[in-house]
Structures are given as structure tokens and as C-alpha cells.
């Protein structure tokens, strides 16, 4: 599995955030083989937004999982790693001039460290302001493997504050009839102050720009802005799963994101 961005063609979407799509991101071999893993699992650690069952980085379960899983764990260990985290961000950078930069200056990277999915005391403890300034910022891959069932949505969001970049991996083809369609939308008005930027935001104050039918190999990425709002349609198959793979470079506190004035 011979992963790299650099050769491969970002598609622009046209947001007000940098997002894009990589078709091909991965061949059709190593999409059967990554399904058919994640296929055999037989426990999840959450069922979540109404059908999407997922393991998460740092459990217990994933540790297990990615040993019975050599392709799954070739893949994330090519993922998990400074390089590509740069990679992605080149590839982004080169879209269009943000209107919001992440604040990540003398970053180190961290291979172990992961996005708690439940709550943590200690973890929020370093994470306040306060005690935060004493640590170097680090970042790590936060990533799931998801099965998504009928039922499955997700209305407009935006990721968590702690993300630089989300992606999600494609690894089988959807006929749009059946929905499960990733959705980008646009905050309706300018906004420079970060508290304005609801993570679930009030219909009214979105619209949607486009929406796209998952393909098998293909790879959508984008900044995990304060404006990077996305969904997922109703998914509606009885007879498909969704499955996919989702992840995030994450920093271990929230991001400080400056605006940049035109």
C-alpha cells in the first residue's frame, strides 16, 4: 500500500473553507481488503447518530482489531506520522488562501496520543487554558473504522475544536438513491469572531453547497476551520453498509484559529 498525496489531484469544491476530493486515493484491491476487515468485526465501541457503529483510536478493541488486520494496520501506520500530516496540509494550502489560520507554530507529533471520545478529567484538565501554555503543542491522528447502517445522518456540523484537518475514506460505492451523501455547506454571513460559529448550527443560518454520493478509493479532506460546516444524508440502504474511515489531525487543547482579513 504505496499511500502519498503528492502526485494525486486535489479536486477543489467551492466552500468558503479548503476541502477537496482525491479520487483513485486508494485502489480497488485495497479497498476489498480494508471492507473485508472491517467487516469481520464483531463488537464496535459506540453505535452513534442513528447507525454508525465505529472503533476508535485507543481502545481496546482498535489495539485488537488492528493486530487481526494487517491491511487496516498498514494503513494507519501510514497515516499516523508527521509526514503525511504535512502532506495533507501542503495539498490544502494550495486551494485557496483560508479565511482562517490554526495557530500551531513549534508543534511536536505524537504517534500514541489520541482524542478521548468520552470524558476525561485529566485530558480536559490539560486542555484549559491555563495549564495548556506550560505544555508544547502536539499533535496526533485521531481516526475511527465505521460501519454505518439504514438510519444513518449527521446534520450540519462542524468537528470538534481540538481538529486541523479531517478526511474520510471512502471504501465502497453508494448509489445516490440511497443517500448517506456528504454534505458542505456555507455560514450565510460574514463572521470574523470564532463565538459567533456555532458547532451545530441553526438551519437558517446555513446553505448547502454540495453534496456527494461515497465512491470506493476516494478521499475527501478539508481544514477543520470555525466555518467548516459538513453533514451526511439520510442513509436509507437496507441491504448496503456505509463503510468508511474517518480521521482527524488533532492538537491536544483547542485550536486558536485567527482570521485572516481580506
Keep these: 500500500m504505496n499511500l502519498t498525496l503528492k502526485n494525486l489531484n486535489l479536486n477543489k469544491i467551492n466552500a468558503p473553507y479548503p476541502?477537496?476530493?482525491?479520487?483513485?486515493?486508494?485502489?480497488?484491491?485495497?479497498?476489498?481488503?480494508?471492507?473485508?476487515?472491517?467487516?469481520?468485526?464483531?463488537?464496535?465501541?459506540?453505535?452513534?447518530?442513528?447507525?454508525?457503529?465505529?472503533?476508535?483510536?485507543?481502545?481496546?478493541?482498535?489495539?485488537?482489531?488492528?493486530?487481526?488486520?494487517?491491511?487496516?494496520?498498514?494503513l494507519y501506520n501510514k497515516l499516523n506520522n508527521k509526514d503525511f500530516f504535512i502532506e495533507m496540509k501542503n495539498k490544502l494550502d494550495l486551494l485557496s488562501q483560508s479565511k482562517w489560520s490554526p495557530d500551531i507554530n513549534n508543534f511536536t507529533y505524537s504517534e500514541k496520543n489520541y482524542g478521548e471520545q468520552s470524558f476525561n478529567l485529566i485530558k480536559l484538565f490539560r486542555k484549559s487554558?491555563?495549564?495548556?501554555?506550560?505544555?508544547?503543542?502536539?499533535?496526533?491522528?485521531?481516526?475511527?473504522?465505521?460501519?454505518?447502517?439504514?438510519?444513518?445522518?449527521?446534520?450540519a456540523h462542524r468537528d470538534r475544536d481540538t481538529r486541523i484537518i479531517s478526511f474520510l475514506i471512502y471504501l465502497n460505492t453508494i448509489d445516490k438513491k440511497f443517500g448517506g451523501e456528504f454534505e458542505v455547506y456555507k455560514f450565510n454571513n460574514e463572521v470574523r469572531n470564532v463565538k459567533e460559529l456555532k458547532r451545530f448550527p441553526k438551519e437558517t443560518d446555513i446553505t448547502l453547497v454540495d453534496k456527494f454520493s461515497p465512491k470506493s478509493g476516494q478521499i475527501f479532506l478539508f481544514t477543520s476551520s470555525p466555518e467548516s460546516y459538513h453533514g451526511v444524508s439520510k442513509f436509507t440502504s437496507e441491504n448496503q453498509d456505509r463503510v468508511f474511515i474517518y480521521g482527524s489531525y488533532s492538537l491536544d487543547r483547542k485550536v486558536i484559529w485567527n482570521f485572516n482579513a481580506k
Design 19 to 74: 476541502i477537496g476530493y482525491i479520487d483513485d486515493f486508494l485502489t480497488n484491491e485495497n479497498c476489498e481488503k480494508l471492507f473485508e476487515e472491517i467487516s469481520l468485526f464483531e463488537d464496535y465501541d459506540d453505535l452513534v447518530m442513528n447507525g454508525r457503529m465505529r472503533v476508535n483510536k485507543g481502545s481496546n478493541k482498535f489495539k485488537t482489531y488492528l493486530e487481526k488486520s494487517p491491511n487496516l494496520n498498514l
Design 129 to 155: 487554558s491555563l495549564i495548556s501554555r506550560f505544555f508544547k503543542k502536539t499533535i496526533n491522528l485521531d481516526i475511527d473504522f465505521s460501519r454505518s447502517k439504514k438510519g444513518y445522518f449527521r446534520k
